[in-house]
């Protein structure tokens, strides 16, 4: 069975006999610190989340890259790996880095500001159908909308919010609701 192994992993290598190349730890480094971030994610706060994930992938990278190379040039690992290190380690840096920046805030779920359906607020400005005015919402101005298409909203009068489009809240008249309740 060991045989087997070695033979499948020098294979693998493109060397004569098993030798523990860069492209080997580097897949190993990826592997390693992936699974770190699975199996401690919860614990994480929410802005430490996935950078493990996206040094791991660095390292994945990085490993591919190498093998790659060794693959089509067929350089001696000998002076990759003794030699050369410090720039491996310069390019899965830059690597990281870069997947931090762009690919890690895919992974970040943020939590969206929803307004609650039916809530008060007070005009400020008269609200003509299917125009916008200004209303006061939870002690701040809003624009507003007025989605009745009876009649205008006179100033200072009480209004729904039915919902926000963008940074404009969609309002009616209290007696729309009144007439329908």
Avoid at 10 to 23: D, E, L
Avoid at 28 to 35: C, F, K, P, R
Wanted: hydrophobic content about 50%.
């Amino acid at each position: 069975m060991y045989s087997i192994l070695i033979w499948s992993l020098a294979s693998a290598t493109n060397q004569p006999g098993f030798a523990f190349t860069p492209p080997m730890l580097w897949l190993l480094i990826g592997v390693v610190l992936s699974a770190m971030e699975v199996l401690i994610i919860k614990t994480q706060p929410q802005k430490y989340r996935f950078y493990l994930l996206m040094m791991g992938a660095s390292a994945l990278i990085e490993s591919f890259i190498l093998w790659r190379g060794s693959v089509a040039f067929q350089f001696s690992w000998a002076n990759i790996m003794y030699e050369d290190f410090d720039w491996q380690i310069f390019y899965w840096m830059g690597i990281a880095l870069a997947l931090s920046i762009w690919i890690r805030p895919i992974f970040i779920v943020r939590k969206k500001f929803v307004i609650p359906e039916a809530t008060e607020a007070r005009t400020i400005s008269e609200i003509f159908p299917g125009e916008t005015g200004m209303v006061i919402y939870e002690g701040a101005s809003w624009k507003a909308r007025n989605e009745d298409s009876q009649g205008a909203i006179a100033p200072r009068q009480k209004v729904y919010v039915l919902r926000r489009e963008g940074n404009t809240l969609i309002v009616v008249p209290d007696r729309l609701i009144h007439i329908n309740s």
